[in-house]
Structure formats: C-alpha cells, structure tokens
T-cell receptor, first 109, second 114 residues
Framework: DAKTTQPTSMDCAEGRAANLPCNHS???????VYWYRQIHSQGPQYIIH???NNETNEMASLIITEDRKSSTLILPHATLRDTAVYYC??????????FGQGTELSVKP | DTAVSQTPKYLVTQMGNDKSIKCEQN?????MYWYKQDSKKFLKIMFS???????INETVPNRFSPKSPDKAHLNLHINSLELGDSAVYFC?????????????FGQGTRLTVV
C-alpha cells in the first residue's frame, strides 16, 4: 500500500508556480521521497527525489519538512505541458516503487 | 534512442489466447519491472528482476509468467487471457541498490481482451 496521501486534483494558472503537497507521516529514516508524473497515455516520468534536504533540478524543487512527515513539489512556472498526474512515493533502497492515486494537476491558460 | 522500449504498443486479442509483451532497455540497468495500470488508473507493480533473477513477485495469477533472457530484456507472457487482464502494461528499469534510483518507464502496451 502507498505510504503517502495527496490531494486528488489541483488547478494552476499557466505561468504561476504549482505547489503539490504530500503527506508521508510514517516515513522511516532511510526512506526517500520520490516524485514522478504521468502525462496522459505515457509512461511515468521521474521528476526529483530527496531524503532530508531540499532539492532542486531543472524540472522542479522539492521541499521536505524538518520532521520529514510531509513534502511539497514546486513547479516554478507551470506550462500547459505540465498537466499530468503527479505521484509522491516513499521509496526504500532496494524496495519497490509503490504508486498511490496521485494528484491530477490541470494547468489552465 | 528509446531508453525503454515495449512491443507491441497495442494488442487486441480474444479471451483464452496466449500473448507476449516484450521489453528492452539500453540504459545498462540491472533491474527491470512490470507494472499494470487498470481502468481506474492505479499503477501496480507485478514483477521485478535483478540480474535475471526474480526479486519481486506480487500477487499475480500464475497465468502471468515473466522471463528475463538477459539484463536488458524482460518479457511478459500471459496464458489464457481473461477480460480482466485488459489494461496498460508498463515496463521499467533502474539500477539496483542506488540511493538515487531513477526508474525509466516504457510507453506502455495497451492490452484489450475481447
């Protein structure tokens, strides 16, 4: 079973930042937070991951709370092509990626 | 070059038939996976192979049999297909034991059983 809780859906205006929250209150010390997204009819795509520190790459930023019980994925300037289902996953090295229901993000013009 | 490729992309077949889906990755990864995405869009892991050895085998009917001839290939054979097997099947690959495992997914095979 997925160890994360995400809102079912969110809207975001094009050009604005999209902030996608995720709760993972039962996360263990050696488990990472991963984010993937699935654009309609395509395979899931890796976005970013982190353990304790905040992370940033060319796609997004990941903010993890100090107690690690929640995190937020930030898409700084959302475009229409960012419309997708976003999955927050708690992953244990050597384990398996378990996808929850994800958040359906709609970026609107 | 496609990192993880699956064939066929679409598969329509009758109940009771046996079919195979092929997957190949050119990333040099040592671990490959099969996921099933049903009509409700839930992605569920089915199998995982590491260096050609089965390491994850979820509760899947034994009509489903994965085969890994080498590290770059993981095929899925399905016997006696049923209507409930209709779904999109995704293959994925990654490096085992890395603390920054990024799994790459194929584009999926849409299986329709009629």
């Amino acid at each position: 079973d997925a160890k994360t809780t995400q809102p079912t859906s969110m809207d975001c205006a094009e050009g604005r930042a999209a902030n996608l929250p995720c709760n993972h209150s039962t996360i263990s010390g050696n488990e990472y937070v991963y984010w993937y997204r699935q654009i309609h009819s395509q395979g899931p795509q890796y976005i970013i991951h982190g353990l304790k520190n905040n992370e940033t790459n060319e796609m997004a930023s990941l903010i993890i709370t100090e107690d690690r019980k929640s995190s937020t994925l930030i898409l700084p300037h959302a475009t229409l092509r960012d419309t997708a289902v976003y999955y927050c996953i708690v992953y244990n090295q050597g384990g398996k990626l378990i996808f929850g229901q994800g958040t359906e993000l709609s970026v609107k013009p | 070059d496609t990192a993880v490729s699956q064939t066929p992309k679409y598969l329509v077949t009758q109940m009771g038939n046996d079919k195979s889906i092929k997957c190949e990755q050119n990333l040099g990864h040592d671990t490959m996976y099969w996921y099933k995405q049903d009509s409700k869009k839930f992605l569920k892991i089915m199998f995982s192979y590491n260096n050609k050895e089965l390491i994850i085998n979820e509760t899947v009917p034994n009509r489903f049999s994965p085969k890994s001839p080498d590290k770059a290939h993981l095929n899925l054979h399905i016997n006696s297909l049923e209507l409930g097997d209709s779904a999109v099947y995704f293959c994925a690959s990654s490096l085992w034991g890395q603390d920054h495992t990024e799994a790459f997914f194929g584009q999926g095979t849409r299986l329709t059983v009629v």
